[in-house]
């Protein structure tokens, strides 16, 4: 089993609806989230990060933690298609400078 | 606030040749994390550096690949004898002492013929 398992997609939704975007993961350990986003042949951008179980919101973004399930989600209202990207869930085990381990990521498009 | 510097964007190398990739971390950032990222794999860790000090290696090839961080300038990332398996983007994060988020750059791809 990997450490941190998500589904690759495609994902394709209508320009408007609400996405859902999900990883789960094997070490308990993990106790820092984020999740990034990479368009196409360009570097990974952070979007939002945040400690143990719990939501937290900015904009049109949520990010929701469940560590009794070891299930993290984001999700995006009011999709654009400027949202069509790569996204990425990285979780770390230590507060200080850890390295990150990566899902695959989801490639998502937003149709308009 | 320029955000973190990789050079150079694209790489050709033909096999069994040198490749030097570097990274200049953000502003006020002392750590710097080197990872890789294969066709429809996830971004894959490799090294961990402060100023001068390599912290962490686990996810190093042993052969071949070595990586530094100079108190002046920098850091590099460098392949030595590269073979075609080396392909991939390799992407260059920085971050603050104490903080987990890590910023990237825009990465360097390389290819080798």
């Known amino acids: 089993q990997k450490e941190v398992e998500q589904d690759p997609g495609p994902l394709s939704v209508p320009e408007g609806a609400i996405v859902s975007l999900n990883c789960t993961y094997s070490?308990?350990?993990?106790?820092?989230f984020m999740w990034y986003r990479q368009y196409s042949r360009k570097g990974p951008e952070l979007l939002m990060y945040t400690y143990s179980s719990g939501n937290k919101e900015d904009g049109r973004f949520t990010a929701q933690v469940d560590k009794s399930s070891k299930y993290i989600s984001l999700f995006i209202r009011d999709s654009q298609p400027s949202d069509s990207a790569t996204y990425l869930c990285?979780?770390?085990?230590?507060?200080?400078?850890?390295?990150?381990?990566f899902g695959k990521g989801t490639r998502l498009s937003v149709i308009a | 606030n320029a955000g973190v510097m990789q050079n150079p964007r694209h790489l050709v190398r033909r096999r069994g040749q040198e490749a030097r990739l570097r990274c200049s971390p953000m502003k006020g950032h002392s750590h710097v994390y080197w990872y890789r990222q294969l066709p429809e794999e996830g971004l894959k860790f490799m090294v961990y550096l402060q100023k001068e000090n390599i912290i962490d290696e686990s996810g190093m090839p042993k052969e071949r690949f070595s990586a530094e961080f100079p108190k002046e300038g920098p850091s590099i990332l460098r392949i030595q004898q590269v073979v075609r398996g080396d392909s991939a983007a390799y992407f260059c994060?920085?971050?603050?002492?104490?903080?987990?988020?890590?910023?990237f750059g825009p990465g360097t791809r390389l290819t080798v013929t």
């Open positions: 990285a979780m770390s085990v230590d507060s200080g400078n850890t390295p990150l381990v």
């Open positions: 070490n308990s350990a993990f106790q820092y």
């Open positions: 994060a920085s971050s603050p002492l104490g903080f987990y988020e890590q910023y």
